[in-house]
């Protein structure tokens, strides 16, 4: 296996994680990369310097990429390399502030926090921060190293008091990873059993906001699935 590099990725970054491709020994390769920065394996990383992290979060671009990732790729990291001071002094150059600086940091710094919050909460996406970009390199270079493990890991909800049906059914689809609640409910809303889900083609499930292809495709592999586990 390979890690891929988006050929349109140009920065300082890249450099350090070639360099740590070759002091690792790990191939690598430059492609065109519709979704994500780098992928090895099924793990697509988007990194982001913290300055375009922030830029991102207030053009909201930030959210069509990692809903585009959370598509496509079963395991999803973002990984941010600097300081919020050091985003906050570079957005500064750029935007024109009204009113005082201290209140404009406070302002950014809880959208840059709450837009971590979301990402670890609603988008089943690991985030890792770092110092700097050759930590970042580092930290993508050993992830590709490793040797992934085959696992499904369902985590349990609360659970309430009183149960209904279509609790079990969200609860039975959330155990599939990259289905949400949100997901969830929706694919209830459309098909209404588990068995009619089962059922769906590829290209029906892909009709809901959310899915792409390769998350369908998961769905249906997963419920109609006959393999017997030990126990």
């Given at each position: 296996?390979k890690?891929?590099?988006d050929?349109?990725?140009?920065?300082?970054?890249?450099?350090?994680?070639?360099e740590?491709?070759?002091?690792?020994n790990?191939q690598h390769e430059?492609?065109?990369?519709e979704?994500?920065?780098?992928?090895?394996?099924?793990?697509?990383?988007?990194a982001?310097?913290?300055?375009?992290?922030?830029?991102?979060?207030m053009n909201?671009?930030?959210w069509?990429?990692?809903?585009?990732?959370?598509?496509?790729?079963?395991?999803?990291?973002v990984?941010?390399y600097?300081?919020?001071?050091?985003?906050?002094n570079r957005?500064?150059?750029?935007?024109?502030?009204?009113?005082?600086?201290?209140?404009?940091w406070?302002?950014?710094k809880?959208?840059?926090?709450?837009a971590?919050?979301?990402?670890?909460?609603?988008?089943d996406?690991?985030?890792?921060?770092v110092?700097?970009?050759?930590?970042a390199?580092?930290?993508i270079?050993?992830?590709a190293?490793?040797?992934?493990?085959?696992?499904?890991?369902?985590?349990?909800?609360?659970?309430?008091k009183k149960?209904?049906?279509?609790?079990?059914?969200?609860?039975?689809?959330?155990?599939?990873?990259?289905?949400?609640e949100?997901k969830a409910?929706s694919?209830?809303?459309?098909?209404?059993?588990?068995?009619?889900i089962?059922?769906?083609?590829?290209?029906?499930?892909?009709e809901?906001?959310g899915?792409g292809?390769?998350?369908?495709?998961r769905?249906?592999e997963?419920?109609?699935?006959?393999?017997?586990?030990?126990v």
């Amino acid at each position: 296996m390979k890690l891929v590099i988006d050929s349109r990725e140009h920065s300082e970054l890249t450099d350090f994680v070639i360099e740590e491709c070759n002091s690792l020994n790990i191939q690598h390769e430059k492609q065109w990369l519709e979704v994500g920065d780098y992928i090895f394996n099924d793990v697509c990383f988007e990194a982001k310097s913290t300055f375009d992290f922030l830029q991102s979060i207030m053009n909201k671009r930030l959210w069509n990429q990692l809903d585009n990732m959370d598509r496509e790729f079963q395991n999803n990291v973002v990984i941010l390399y600097g300081t919020f001071s050091d985003a906050f002094n570079r957005y500064k150059e750029h935007a024109k502030f009204g009113g005082p600086i201290k209140t404009q940091w406070t302002m950014l710094k809880r959208k840059f926090d709450g837009a971590i919050g979301r990402i670890i909460l609603d988008l089943d996406a690991s985030i890792l921060w770092v110092n700097d970009a050759k930590t970042a390199a580092r930290m993508i270079a050993v992830v590709a190293k490793m040797q992934p493990i085959d696992r499904n890991v369902y985590v349990p909800r609360m659970i309430k008091k009183k149960i209904s049906t279509d609790d079990l059914r969200i609860d039975v689809l959330m155990g599939i990873k990259g289905i949400s609640e949100k997901k969830a409910k929706s694919l209830i809303k459309k098909f209404g059993s588990l068995m009619e889900i089962g059922e769906a083609t590829v290209d029906e499930i892909s009709e809901i906001k959310g899915f792409g292809k390769t998350l369908a495709s998961r769905l249906i592999e997963v419920l109609n699935s006959e393999e017997k586990i030990e126990v």
